[in-house]
Every structure is written in structure tokens, then in C-alpha cells.
């Protein structure tokens, strides 16, 4: 007896919808990273290359903050004590060791990542308010100790650090050299960021940052995972203070240690989106600009500051999830319903289960023809999705599994 030609099942919408969501990333991934390293070829004077630089410093400091903000949900506004340490030490390293600069930046970033352990150790068993006061009180206990030490730091006179290149390369190239410095340690980090994003430690912390005491419930190891992210994030913040270090070729304690840095973090990443992977770039962009945008238009005025606060509140008021997620979901309002249960018949399913497991197909086929029933029989003429003039049963996938 044979089978009537059936259809093939069709795919899910959701399989050609994600693999068009696939492409479109890339495409702009491609085009983004296209737009950065054409960057220094079209900018128009070296002060806007310099403007450059500093924005992706910013990215790079605003990215590494979004280890903690963006996973754990803990905000921190005193992390420009690690940027100022990864500076700092940096510039120590060269001076009193003859170290190669960037062994001396790596080396930097390492020690601030183990002298994060201990401060994580004891901010981390605090939340909320508690934590921005912590993390607020390291930030200017640091400012004053680089102030106050000026036989080793330089005090309040500053350090100068060595530059990595030679007398021979000249300032407009020396920005743009650290430009492509910047984006290469800005790339690390967003690529460290996205694959703790879909591992299961990333799911561990995204628990952390919805209900910290139900994660622990459920057997999640809260305060290891917040500490191991802390260090993370000191780490590559130090990395960018170091970059920096390097660049400019001066450290202040007054800028270095300031709670105005730390909360440049924070306003870059909410503005962007701290749960998505681009949003402290996007936001260092937009903030990054304006901010170098007043200082060049009012010079030493506090406009920039009226600015950046105004910038904040309409933020927090208007887009508390960042500007990319607030697009994604206007974007999302104007697609088709998102389902994953598709219609399978009968017949299908046993396409599939002879297909995967032929001998238990074969045994309860016989089953089925020793009770005077015929699997092909009952399941003529059926057709995949669609109600048939024999009105075939059908399941899902979802009651199937």
C-alpha cells in the first residue's frame, strides 16, 4: 500500500527571521568597523583626529565599566580609580624599571586586576546606594594619597610619561597610531563582552542583575560571579588608563582620580544601552563629542557639565534602557508576531520518527497492523499547517516534545 506524496513540513518564520537578523548584523558590524578605520584618513586636521582618540578612549573605559553595570547591575561611579591606577602604574613602570611601554601597560592592567580582588571583596558584599558611596570613597581616597605623594607619583605637579615611539614620529601620526591602538583594545573588549554575554556564567550574572537573592536561591554562586566580573572590568579599565598614559604623555591626579570620569562611564552606557553589546560605544560616541564639542566652543566655562547633566536626566526620564534597545523595540512593533510552534501532522511525525529511529518505527508500525490499523492509511491525504476534507489530525512541535 502506498503513501500519497505529502509536502514537506514547512520551516519555522522564526529560523528565516533570526537568520536575517544574523545578516543584518553583520552587515553592520562590517560597516561599523569599516567607519572606524576609515576614520583617521577622512578627518579633517589633527585636532579632530585628537577628538577621535579621545572618544575611543572613552569607548574603551565605558565598554570595560559595562562588565559590572551592564551584567550585574551594580553602578559604580568611582571607577576611574582603576583607569587612573592603570595610568599611573604605567607610567611608574617605565620610569623606574626601563620596561617596554606596552609589557609595562599589560603589566599594569594585571596589577590592578589583583589589587581589585581585595576592593571587590569588600564593596561587592554591599548594594545598591551602599555601593556608589563605596565605590565613590575609593575614587577620592586614591585622589588624595597620588596628591599627597609626590616623591613617588609627582603629587599635584604631575608625572610625564614616555611615549612608546620616537622623536621621529610626529604628533598628527602619533594620534593616529593610538586611534588604531584604541579601536584593537576597544575590539578585545567588546569580544570578551560578547562571549560572556552567551555563555553560562553571562546567565549567571543576568540573573544576578534581575533578582540577586532568587539567582542565590536557585544555586547561583552570586559573589563569586559578581567578583569575577568586577576584576574583569578593573582590568580592562586599567588597560585603557594605560592607553591613555601613553597617549597624552601627562597624568594629573585631579583629572586621573575624578568622579566626573566615573560618571562619564555610566552616562555613555546608559545612554547607549548596558545591557546591549554596542551601547557604551555608541554612547561615548554622542557623549564623547559633545563634551569635546563645549569645551572647544566655551573653553574653561562649566557649560559642559550644565550639559552632561541635563543629558542624564532626559536619559533617565525618557530612555532608561539606552538608546539601542529603545530602537529594537520600535523596530519590533512593526514585525510580524514572533512564534516558535509550527503545525505537524501526524503523518509527519512519523516521517521523522522513521527517519531517526527506523527500528522503533518499524515495531510500532507492526503494533499498529496487528490491531487491524495502518499508519499510511490513517494518515492519507493529510496535508502540513492547513485544515483537509479529511481533517488529519494535527500536533506541535511544542505537545510533540
Known sequence: MSTPDRQP???????????????????????????????????????????????????????????????????????????????????????????????????????V???????????????????????IALVLILLLVFQSWGSFTGGSNGLRVPRPFGPEVLRPEQHERFFYLHAALLAVALLVWWLIDRSRFGMGLKAIREDEDKAQALGVPTFTYKLIAFVVSAFF???????????FGFLDPI????????????????????????????????????????????????????AMGILLGLVVLFMPDGIIPAATSLVDRFRPQRTSIREVSAADLAEQRRTSD????????????DDGTDVSDSNAGT??????????????EGARR
Open 113 to 135: 586586576a589583583a589589587m581589585a580582588v581585595p576592593i571587590g571583596i569588600a564593596s561587592l558584599r554591599v548594594r545598591g546606594a551602599s555601593f556608589v558611596i563605596v565605590s
Open 358 to 369: 527506523p527500528a522503533a518505527a518499524r515495531a510500532d508500525q507492526q503494533s499498529r497492523t
Open 255 to 306: 583629572f586621573q582620580f575624578s568622579i566626573l570620569v566615573g560618571s562619564y562611564m555610566v552616562l555613555m552606557s546608559l545612554l547607549g544601552g548596558i545591557r546591549s553589546l554596542f551601547g557604551p560605544f555608541l554612547g561615548a560616541v554622542i557623549v564623547g563629542y559633545a563634551v569635546e564639542y563645549f569645551k572647544n566652543q566655551y573653553g574653561d566655562s562649566q557649560f559642559h557639565l550644565v
Open 9 to 111: 513540513a514547512p520551516q519555522p518564520v522564526t529560523d528565516s527571521r533570526s537568520r536575517g537578523s544574523m545578516v543584518l548584523n553583520a552587515v553592520a558590524l562590517v560597516v561599523l568597523a569599516a567607519a572606524v578605520l576609515s576614520f583617521p584618513s577622512v578627518a579633517a586636521n589633527p585636532f579632530i583626529l585628537s577628538v577621535g582618540v579621545v572618544i575611543m578612549s572613552y569607548a574603551v573605559l565605558a565598554t570595560s565599566w559595562n562588565f559590572v553595570g551592564g551584567f550585574t547591575g551594580y553602578i559604580s561611579l568611582g571607577h576611574a580609580a582603576y583607569s587612573g591606577l592603570g595610568a599611573y602604574a604605567t607610567g611608574l613602570l617605565i620610569i623606574h624599571t626601563d620596561v617596554n611601554p606596552w609589557i609595562g601597560m599589560l603589566l599594569a592592567g594585571l596589577l
Open 237 to 247: 579599565t586599567a588597560l585603557g588608563g594605560g592607553m591613555y598614559a601613553l597617549w
Open 383 to 396: 496535508t502540513t499547517g492547513a485544515a483537509t476534507d479529511n481533517d488529519s489530525p494535527t500536533v506541535t
